[in-house]
């Protein structure tokens, strides 16, 4: 684990204060305790400037289960179970968990789409930098949702906000980074094993128009790029092979193609969308990212 700012700055306290948060944990009652009780047993010869923060790290390790609700602080020695938000409150928590979030998720949107136009354009080494420059604001995200989650917001009230508020690029972005903020994602804590169910595989025996096919269906609203269809498809492709597919697909008409301007910038970049998903579909969706 990354040695943080604090436990550099306490030095040999830092392994007293783990010995001592390991030694107390047993005597949290059930309940939990208020957290300036547990820093005047645990943390009283700590400044307190970095007492939200070492609270923050005991956390990480286990070694306390500290929620923050309403300006208040619980330690618990377990896991609360009856800790949340409640219902008529999710709203407004989830609000204040968007808008925490929202300058980072709009500059990931917007590396996300500049990654894939730089892809798609075959200019790899750019694409490389605008997707590393996305997983530093994943970074910063990720920490926000942890905070939110850690004040009794259900990580499923945390998934259905975040896919309502933010473009389909940027929370593409971001779930590859976590994939438990994923909508089918079934972990209930960001602490907890994602267990999400495989992707599901395709028949054997399919031809490459129907494999074009299928990932563009199992795209949806988002659509689908050549360039993507390219990175799923396997055996891979080559490019003029995809292009036949996608031109006879689209002259069948089981598959849309549309130029879409991701976020209202940049050069318009084909987009496949299946037929069944609809052109109101197809307009309401890539041009939202």
């Excluded at 923050?56 to 377990?78: I, Y």
């Excluded at 800790?83 to 968990?97: G, H, K, M, Q």
């Excluded at 269906?217 to 990175?231: F, K, N, S, V, Y």
């Excluded at 995809?242 to 209202?264: C, F, K, M, N, Y």
Aim: with cysteine; aromatic share 4%.
């Amino acid at each position: 684990m990354p040695i943080s700012r604090a436990e550099r700055f306490l030095g040999s306290l830092w392994p007293i204060i783990l010995d001592r948060a390991g030694l107390y944990r047993p005597s949290i009652p059930d309940k939990g305790m208020v957290g300036a009780d547990y820093v005047a047993a645990v943390l009283y010869n700590v400044d307190p400037l970095l007492i939200d923060k070492i609270l923050t790290l005991l956390d990480r390790r286990g070694l306390a289960w500290v929620r923050r609700s309403r300006g208040s602080v619980w330690v618990f020695g377990v896991r609360p179970k009856s800790i949340a938000i409640p219902r008529n409150a999710v709203a407004e928590a989830s609000s204040a968990l968007c808008q925490a979030i929202a300058g980072h998720m709009l500059a990931l949107a917007r590396a996300e789409v500049a990654s894939r136009q730089s892809s798609e354009s075959g200019d790899r080494e750019t694409s490389r930098r605008l997707a590393d420059e996305g997983r530093v604001h994943c970074s910063r995200i990720v920490p926000i949702v942890r905070s939110h989650a850690a004040k009794g917001l259900a990580l499923a009230d945390i998934r259905s906000a975040m896919h309502d508020a933010f473009s389909p690029a940027a929370m593409e972005a971001l779930t590859r980074y976590e994939a438990r903020l994923a909508p089918e994602a079934v972990a209930d804590a960001l602490d907890e094993p994602q267990r999400a169910p495989k992707a599901k595989r395709l028949p054997a025996g399919l031809s490459l128009t129907e494999k074009a096919f299928e990932h563009i269906a199992a795209a949806g609203p988002a659509g689908a790029t050549r360039t993507r269809l390219m990175d799923a498809i396997r055996p891979k492709p080559d490019a003029e092979a995809v292009t036949a597919v996608l031109v006879a697909l689209t002259a069948d008409g089981r598959v849309t193609e549309r130029e879409v301007r991701s976020g209202g910038r940049g050069r318009p970049a084909a987009r496949y969308f299946a037929a069944r998903v609809g052109l109101s579909d197809a307009q309401s969706g890539p041009a939202a990212e």
